[in-house]
């Protein structure tokens, strides 16, 4: 099986990344509402989605589109941005989430050999 980049046009690209923004946004507003409750699997679970049906790129877009959305919902919750202790947490969330879009991209492209 070949990415589906590589398969249809560049108008399904178009219509899949437009797709994900509005369900990271979706994920964004639902973080938003819930406050202080950790939604990050959820987050994961989208990454992993739209790697594994797109391709790697879309997966790292995902992950700049889902990083946006928390920093976002945690701006407007009031939570210290600005601090270190947020700098460091975001960092690790970054690496995380292209770990796992990487590792799922990975898992992919070997089941299709």
Do not use: P, Q
Not at 22 to 31: E, K, N
Not at 59 to 73: P, Y
């Amino acid at each position: 099986m070949r990415d589906i980049g590589r398969k249809r046009g560049l108008t399904y690209l178009v219509k899949t990344l437009i797709i994900v923004t509005i369900i990271v946004f979706a994920l964004g507003y639902f973080d938003f509402i819930t406050g202080e409750i950790s939604i990050d699997i959820l987050y994961v679970f989208c990454i992993c989605l739209v790697t594994w049906y797109t391709n790697t790129l879309f997966g790292i877009l995902c992950v700049i589109e889902v990083i946006f959305a928390k920093t976002t919902a945690d701006y407007f919750d009031r939570v210290r941005v600005v601090s270190h202790l947020y700098e460091w947490a975001t960092f690790n969330n970054i690496v995380i989430y292209i770990i796992v879009c990487l590792l799922t991209g990975k898992v992919k492209k070997e089941l299709s050999k």
